[in-house]
């Protein structure tokens, strides 16, 4: 069983940056098929992929949304997925929740979430105007 606990929300204004990060435990576990990534949801909106990477690879994937401000990295000796979040706009303002799901979904991985094998219990994201 994995377990995932992501930490770093806050916040933040409006063009400031934010780092979140995913710790995924037991640090054994065998990351091979997976990707490990970020969903965010907003109140009263439905739950939106943002961003993932291979386990195994490093290939990455980023919404439309967030592309060219976010980027995600992983460092799998520590066991840990970040989200680099810079110029936040208040459109970002959510709970971003770490999840894994296989990574043979491609960029599929981030239509997915009623797929994903494992969640984070999630951070908040506030973006001041």
């Known amino acids: 069983e994995l377990q995932l606990v992501e930490s770093g929300g806050g916040l933040v204004q409006t063009g400031g940056s934010l780092r979140l990060s995913c710790k995924a435990s037991p640090s054994g576990f065998t990351f091979d098929d997976y990707a490990l990534g970020w969903f965010r949801q907003a109140p009263g909106k439905d739950r939106e992929g943002v961003s993932c990477i291979s386990m195994s690879d490093g290939t990455t994937y980023y919404s439309d949304s967030v592309k060219g401000r976010f980027t995600v990295s992983r460092d799998n000796d520590k066991s840990l997925v970040y989200l680099q979040m810079n110029n936040l706009k208040p459109e970002d303002a959510a709970v971003y929740y770490c999840?894994?799901?296989?990574?043979?979904?491609?960029?599929?991985?981030?239509?997915?979430?009623?797929?994903?094998?494992?969640w984070g219990r999630g951070t908040p994201v506030t973006v001041s105007s």
């Open positions: 999840a894994a799901g296989l990574s043979r979904w491609g960029r599929s991985w981030l239509q997915y979430y009623y797929g994903m094998h494992y």
